[in-house]
T-cell receptor, first 112, second 110 residues
Framework: LAKTTQPISMDSYEGQEVNITCSHN???????ITWYQQFPSQGPRFIIQ???TKVTNEVASLFIPADRKSSTLSLPRVSLSDTAVYYC?????????????FGTGTRLLVSP | DGGITQSPKYLFRKEGQNVTLSCEQN?????MYWYRQDPGQGLRLIYY???????QKGDIAEGYSVSREKKESFPLTVTSAQKNPTAFYLC?????????FGPGTRLLVL
């Protein structure tokens, strides 16, 4: 199982760009990188997923360097409602999500 | 409206009592999962099922039981053998590379 390491917490202000980096040194060839967002007392919500280079959707961007040993979730112009815990997961979902591990995530606090 | 529903939102258990948490999905997904989340912690896998009538233990299955008689339903029973059941329980289903979560059930012990 690919182990991931993320900062425990981050602070930001409204309107700023936030970048959360996840380290996954032993990522396997078939592994994808997926980020989830979780608000208190709610289930995690899928944000973005990628395999290599850059992926962008309406919510975030995901930057993955060539060696794939890390990835960076970028949230443009955060608002107060982006305060949440963000999880980075690495794995081959084709073999089943039971192999994916949710760590403690990164707790992002956005202030006015 | 497609999605995953969990009920109840809050559940109280008396000591020695078994309680069952409901999870229903209308996404037509084969795979379903149960996780437990303790305060300030990540999710830990209790049980998972990749197909009807089949399920496997996850990392912390002791004190829990499940059934998968229908594709859309995956109920979790917290038995009296689970000595520390107070937690937030999340059900999920998956298709392809994405996992979808329900709103969760918070279980409290009286």
């Amino acid at each position: 199982l690919a182990k991931t390491t993320q900062p425990i917490s981050m602070d930001s202000y409204e309107g700023q760009e936030v970048n959360i980096t996840c380290s996954h040194n032993n990522i396997a060839t078939n592994d994808y990188i997926t980020w989830y967002q979780q608000f208190p007392s709610q289930g995690p919500r899928f944000i973005i997923q990628g395999y290599k280079t850059k992926v962008t959707n309406e919510v975030a961007s995901l930057f993955i360097p060539a060696d794939r040993k890390s990835s960076t979730l970028s949230l443009p112009r955060v608002s107060l409602s982006d305060t949440a815990v963000y999880y980075c997961l690495v794995g081959d979902a084709n073999t089943g999500f039971q192999k994916l591990v949710f760590g403690t995530g990164t707790r992002l606090l956005v202030s006015p | 409206d497609g999605g995953i529903t969990q009920s109840p939102k809050y559940l109280f258990r008396k000591e020695g009592q078994n309680v069952t948490l409901s999870c229903e999905q209308n996404l037509n997904h084969d795979a379903m999962y149960w996780y437990r989340q303790d305060p300030g912690q990540g999710l830990r896998l209790i049980y998972y099922s990749q197909i009807v009538n089949d399920f496997q233990k996850g990392d912390i299955a002791e004190g829990y039981s499940v059934s998968r008689e229908k594709k859309e339903s995956f109920p979790l029973t917290v038995t009296s053998a689970q000595k520390n059941p107070t937690a937030f329980y999340l059900c999920a289903s998956s298709e392809g590379e994405t996992q979808y979560f329900g709103p969760g059930t918070r279980l409290l012990v009286l």
